[in-house]
């Protein structure tokens, strides 16, 4: 008989890793209890030993290979992944209208030009605008055609000052929030005091990041660019380096000429490829549109033990379990039973991006066992 799987299933994917193993699933069968024992054990030890001043807490390699670690689906591919961003430009640009065209597709889910975008609920912190202004804004660009999962303020707290209990509650009162922006950065910070320091500046990107990677989020942070031109662009961000030091990426939004509608967007980050995105600015709508991308985006190279797995193992079944010798006898891809459970632990994020299939390991009394199952299923 198969056991019954996990209902709430891990959130994997090809994106940006939050590097935090996948909890396991509370309701285990007796055959996990020595596992699930043993975990609780470990937690007990780990617990102790992080309160002694002296302990580094380290991993080894093996352990590395030997962990799944939980992934977040890019909310916009190739362009916005989970984690905090600045997005950079001149005063009076059409940065605050590009926002409102980024919260809006990844609200409705609806591609943004030709990139795959993700559904979820989105904040956006218009600080420097009143509800008039957007109200009239969102009407030239989008017409009457709206989101229920769209939010706006006018006014928020400064960071450290109620804030980040702010941000706090509108997540946990909508579980699915996706992005959270920020417009403008300079509204939220403290005033006075060493405010411009380079240790100022990665404390405040630092502890937003903190609060992006806990939720699993995205945060973008509308911001500045100085008058001086400089040999890497990003160094026009206003500020320190300590701000770009700390995020995850930045978007970088210059017109070719002041008074033209034609701009390039050039993005940087860790989880993605530099890319450089030649726009125009629609003047009757006030939407950025895209001309052309500088560079095609990378694209991974395919993979062949999770084609076999989605079509010698999955492709007629909901759901699947055993051990690692067992799947390696289904599929025509040469690999060691030891080696097959480590390979899937790096590439359940593309199995499930690619195929739509979940993936577990678990310990059992019989032994370790290798878990697929589809998002809309249940098994008995």
């Not at 699933?25 to 596992?35: G, H, L, Q």
């Not at 916009?76 to 600045?86: A, E, K, P, R």
């Not at 806990?214 to 500020?239: E, N, P, W, Y």
């Not at 990426?249 to 993605?272: C, H, I, P, W, Y």
Request: negative net charge.
């Amino acid at each position: 008989m198969e056991n019954k799987k996990e209902k709430t299933a891990p959130n994997v994917s090809v994106g940006a890793d939050t590097e935090q193993p996948i909890f396991k699933n509370t309701k285990s069968s007796i055959s996990e209890c020595e596992e699930n024992i043993k975990s609780f054990e470990e937690m007990q030890r780990e617990i102790q030993l992080s309160l002694d001043p002296s302990y580094l807490k380290a991993v080894s390699m093996n352990e590395l290979f030997d962990t799944q670690y939980q992934s977040k689906p890019p909310l916009i591919d190739g362009l916005l992944y989970s984690g905090t961003y600045i997005f950079a430009g001149s005063p009076k640009l059409g940065k605050s209208f590009l926002m409102a065209q980024l919260a809006y597709h990844v609200s409705t889910g609806t591609p943004l030009w030709n990139y795959t975008t993700r559904k979820g609920t989105v904040l956006y912190l218009a600080l420097e605008d009143d509800y008039r202004r957007l109200q009239e804004r969102l009407y030239r660009m989008f017409g009457t055609e709206s989101a229920d999962n769209l939010f706006f303020s006018v006014s928020a707290s400064q960071l450290g000052k109620g804030l980040d209990e702010q941000l706090a509650r509108f997540v946990a009162e909508h579980a699915d929030t996706k992005l959270i922006i920020i417009d403008t950065l300079q509204k939220v910070r403290e005033v006075g005091g060493d405010n411009y320091s380079y240790a100022n500046d990665y404390q405040i990107m630092a502890r937003l990041k903190s609060f992006a990677d806990t939720h699993g989020l995205c945060i973008l942070l509308v911001h500045h660019t100085r008058k001086q031109t400089a040999d890497d662009k990003f160094d026009m961000i206003s500020g320190t380096s300590g701000l770009l030091g700390a995020a995850d990426g930045a978007f970088l939004l210059q017109k070719e000429k002041r008074t033209g509608n034609a701009a390039t967007l050039e993005v940087s980050g860790r989880d993605q490829q530099d890319q450089k995105l030649y726009l125009i600015r629609n003047t009757e709508t006030l939407l950025w549109e895209l001309q052309r991308a500088e560079t095609e985006l990378w694209k991974e190279p395919p993979e062949p033990l999770l084609d076999e797995i989605a079509e010698l193992v999955m492709k007629d079944k909901s759901f699947w379990e055993g051990s690692a010798t067992e799947l390696v006898s289904l599929i025509k891809v040469e690999i060691q039973p030891h080696v097959i459970t480590r390979k899937l632990n790096v590439l359940s994020g593309r199995l499930y991006a690619e195929h739509g299939i979940y993936y577990k390991s678990n310990r059992t009394h019989d032994g370790r066992k290798i878990r697929f199952w589809k998002d809309d299923t249940e098994t008995a």
